[in-house]
């Protein structure tokens, strides 16, 4: 079963869209995410190197002045440092926290919170950390001041480190490019993601959607009955194979439109002759009938003239025979050309069977069949013509017989279920060929040198007016079997 899509889902080009602007957002926001987040490393790491930098700077321009034996300009060296718009302070602190030189000269003097002192003091030099204050990120270092040979003039009763160089750096411009690049990323990723749905939409519309329209109007009007329409194979892509191959289906569906009208107008033509011939002969057997009978009287009279031991009686008898068999014939294709109404009502089956086999069975018996009745014991009362129905049962029994000849055995089985009845009378003669299975229903069809090949168009003529069918074949040990099936209720 196909699946249920969304109302919005079921167009070719929305989906199409859909999937490319999912498809973009994911691969350009995938590479974006990346780009983004190497950047922010790199911007990071920029940073810290600055701050580092510039306390690399501040140190080594406090050594020259000391060194230069200006320890005066330390202070000044570092107002100066400060001026960059990135530098918070910058600070001297000695180990017990109090402020010797800062570029607020209003810090000089302070002593650093407990907490914070012990905090820079088991920082590495050179270390940068982050921290915020009153929202602003700020990137810290410090740098220890040895007490180097040079220094000594002035700090020879210090030990190894003569102060503790601290340096604050507000991070916010970088973190504003780094919120600024995010956003333009993120800006980049949708007007990607909309051009290219935007570019894959007109190009589904002009490459895919226009040709699939114009095919489908095509197919439409071939639906509508117009099989002289034909799709543009113009194009070489596989819309020009589809159309190429629509075209060569419309080819055959109008050459075989074309063959079917050529035999209907042969069937129709032969439908009307064969029409005007039954009539034809349904009149004449009409009018030969009359005369036939005529014939017959006069040969009764006749032959009663010759004494009874006179030869010339068993010619009379032979034309009486043949006049028989014309008038049998004659019925037949008066009963096949004209039949007449069936008028049905509840019947016994089994009583119509009895009735034919009455007619049957003398001349059966001296040939050596016999006939084994397999009755089902709760058979309704069926609707049915008696009369016809007879004529059904004798045309079936009378070919079983005949094709049986001389010792053999016809079984009729009865059987019944809650939608019909059916009668199968088998037979122990040849069978019917497959091939033969559907012709013997064709009117005049025969293998019998007597026979017309009427008697089962009469069956199957009778059997449709009662909403029945007759199936025949061979059965599976041989023999011919015809089944009859009545509805139970008409
Ligand atoms: N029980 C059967 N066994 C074998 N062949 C059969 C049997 N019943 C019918 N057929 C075949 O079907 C043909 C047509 O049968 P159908 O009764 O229509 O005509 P027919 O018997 O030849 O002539 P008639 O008009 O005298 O009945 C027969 O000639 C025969 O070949
Ligand atoms: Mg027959």
């Given at each position: 079963?196909?699946?249920?899509?969304?109302?919005?889902?079921?167009?070719?080009?929305?989906?199409?869209?859909?999937?490319?602007?999912?498809?973009?957002?994911?691969?350009?926001?995938?590479?974006?995410?990346?780009?983004?987040?190497?950047?922010?490393?790199?911007?990071?790491?920029?940073?810290?190197?600055?701050?580092?930098?510039?306390?690399?700077?501040?140190?080594?321009?406090?050594?020259?002045?000391?060194?230069?034996?200006?320890?005066?300009?330390?202070?000044?060296?570092?107002?100066?440092?400060?001026?960059?718009?990135?530098?918070?302070?910058?600070?001297?602190?000695?180990?017990?926290?109090?402020?010797?030189?800062?570029?607020?000269?209003?810090?000089?003097?302070?002593?650093?919170?407990?907490?914070?002192?012990?905090?820079?003091?088991?920082?590495?030099?050179l270390t940068v950390t982050q921290h915020y204050e009153g929202g602003e990120p700020i990137q810290s270092v410090v740098k220890r001041i040895q007490n180097r040979p040079e220094c000594l003039a002035c700090h020879s009763q210090e030990g190894q480190t003569i102060g503790i160089l601290h340096l604050d750096m507000s991070a916010r411009r970088t973190q504003e490019q780094i919120v600024e690049m995010e956003r333009s990323a993120v800006w980049t990723v949708l007007l990607t993601a909309v051009v290219l749905a935007t570019g894959g939409a007109l190009l589904m519309i002009r490459l895919v959607e226009r040709p699939v329209a114009a095919l489908m109007r095509k197919m439409a009007q071939v639906e509508g009955g117009n099989l002289a329409t034909r799709a543009d194979e113009g194009r070489g892509d596989e819309l020009g194979r589809l159309a190429a191959s629509f075209n060569a289906m419309v080819d055959r569906l109008q050459a075989a439109r074309e063959e079917i009208e050529t035999y209907h107008r042969h069937r129709l033509e032969r439908a009307e002759r064969l029409a005007t011939l039954g009539e034809l002969a349904a009149s004449m057997a009409h009018e030969i009938k009359n005369p036939l009978a005529g014939i017959r009287g006069a040969c009764e009279i006749m032959s009663d003239l010759l004494p009874s031991?006179?030869?010339?009686?068993?010619?009379?008898?032979?034309?009486?025979?043949?006049?028989?068999?014309?008038?049998?014939?004659?019925?037949?294709?008066?009963?096949?050309?004209?039949?007449?109404?069936?008028?049905?009502?509840?019947?016994?089956?089994?009583?119509?069977?009895?009735?034919?086999?009455?007619?049957?069975?003398?001349?059966?018996?001296?040939?050596?069949?016999?006939?084994?009745?397999?009755?089902?014991?709760?058979?309704?009362?069926v609707p049915l013509d008696a009369q016809q129905m007879e004529q059904v049962l004798f045309n079936v029994l009378l070919n079983a017989f005949q094709a049986i000849g001389f010792a053999g055995t016809v079984t009729i089985t009865t059987e019944a279920d809650e939608r019909e009845v059916r009668v199968r009378i088998r037979d122990t003669g040849p069978g019917i060929s497959k091939e033969n299975a559907d012709r013997i229903f064709k009117p005049f069809f025969t293998t019998r040198s007597k026979g017309t090949g009427l008697g089962l168009a009469i069956v199957r003529n009778i059997m449709n007016a009662h909403g029945g069918r007759i199936v025949a074949g061979t059965a599976p040990e041989g023999g011919a079997e015809v089944v009859l099936a009545l509805p139970r209720n008409a």
């Open positions: 079963m196909p699946r249920r899509l969304p109302v919005v889902l079921s167009s070719l080009k929305v989906r199409f869209i859909v999937a490319m602007i999912l498809l973009a957002t994911v691969v350009i926001g995938l590479s974006g995410w990346w780009s983004v987040t190497t950047h922010r490393g790199h911007m990071l790491q920029a940073t810290q190197d600055k701050v580092r930098a510039m306390a690399e700077a501040v140190d080594s321009g406090i050594r020259e002045a000391m060194r230069a034996g200006r320890s005066r300009e330390v202070q000044d060296i570092l107002v100066h440092m400060a001026q960059d718009p990135d530098i918070e302070q910058i600070a001297i602190l000695d180990s017990r926290g109090r402020v010797l030189r800062a570029s607020r000269p209003e810090l000089v003097g302070q002593v650093l919170d407990r907490d914070h002192l012990s905090q820079l003091l088991v920082q590495p030099d031991d006179d030869p010339r009686r068993e010619l009379s008898t032979e034309v009486h025979r043949q006049i028989d068999r014309l008038d049998r014939t004659l019925r037949d294709l008066l009963l096949f050309s004209r039949p007449p109404a069936t008028r049905l009502e509840p019947s016994d089956l089994h009583g119509a069977i009895e009735h034919v086999l009455a007619v049957l069975l003398r001349d059966a018996q001296t040939r050596g069949v016999a006939v084994v009745r397999r009755y089902s014991g709760t058979m309704p009362e």
